[in-house]
């Protein structure tokens, strides 16, 4: 009889996952746009979409491409992690930030709903929304973690009363940041509503218009949760939510030590 899949990932070690043969995984990065041209994103970068309020209305249209649809540079330096640790994802560019790097609730939700009816694998979420909008994300979330998607969603940055959604929902892979000299490296936080730290200090990504800069926060380690979530889809296509975190969390250091 056949070991089960779920068995044979977590008696593997993590730096093995990349020697699996990977099937293609779609990765949704919903950000600011993602320079399609530049070197590390060339060839990567399956689809272009852009949510834009129009008379007060937010409006979902796809992006002609490939084409450098980044407003803000932040896009590009999260799907350039993802491309980077994750040779089999397909990268759907979601646009809904502006040229501040902000963007409106509404937008978001557009977006992540047109994201859930796409049912595309993986959705990374390297932004939040605050408390008040709980009632009209958790749906969303649920609908997602239910039909087998993955969301991996950032901690703010910046204190608040909340810690952003839907990194508080049990139904998102929620992200910290922290130093670590592996960028594949994480741990797990036992018992904190944000359960894995990835490495987001002093990146290197790469940079709207080409070439390089060096960012940190939050946004930067979430990337690092979505592409391990692709390559651990690549090599096990049958995983469910549950099953990824639980693989997760077996692989991670626990607690603070690095």
């Known amino acids: ?5 779920i068995v ?5 070690q993590i730096g093995e996952w990349w020697s699996r043969p990977l099937d293609p995984v779609d990765v949704a990065v919903l950000d600011s746009g993602i ?23 937010p409006q979902w249209r796809e992006v002609g491409g490939p084409a450098d649809n980044d407003v803000f540079g932040h896009g590009t330096a999260v799907a350039g ?4 640790l994750a040779p089999n994802a397909r990268i759907i560019d979601v646009r809904i930030l502006g040229p501040n790097g902000e963007g409106s609730p509404a937008c ?8 859930v009816c796409s049912n595309w ?14 009632g009209h994300v958790r749906p969303l979330c649920e609908a997602a973690w239910h039909q087998g998607q993955i969301l991996v969603s950032a901690k703010r940055n910046i204190p608040r009363p909340d810690l952003g959604l839907p990194a508080e929902f049990a139904t998102s892979i929620s992200v910290d940041t922290d130093a670590f000299e592996d960028p594949r490296a994480f741990r797990f936080q036992l018992g904190e509503v944000i359960e894995f730290v990835a490495c987001g200090e002093a990146v290197t990504v790469a940079a709207k218009g080409g070439g390089y800069t060096t960012r940190s926060g939050t946004s ?6 979505s592409g391990l979530c692709a390559v651990l889809l690549g090599g096990f296509p049958g995983l469910l939510p549950f099953e990824v975190r639980s693989i997760l969390k077996n692989h991670a ?6």
């Open 1 to 5: 009889m056949r070991p089960c899949p």
């Open 8 to 12: 044979e990932a977590i008696n593997t």
């Open 35 to 57: 320079d399609a041209t530049h070197a590390d994103l060339a060839g990567r970068i399956m689809g272009s979409y852009a949510v834009e309020s129009v008379d007060g209305e």
């Open 81 to 84: 992690i993802i491309a980077a």
């Open 108 to 115: 978001f939700l557009r977006a992540l709903h047109e994201v």
């Open 121 to 134: 694998k993986v959705v990374n979420l390297s932004l939040a929304l605050p408390q008040r909008f709980a």
């Open 220 to 225: 930067l380690a979430t990337p690092v949760m």
């Open 253 to 258: 250091r626990i607690g603070g030590a690095r």
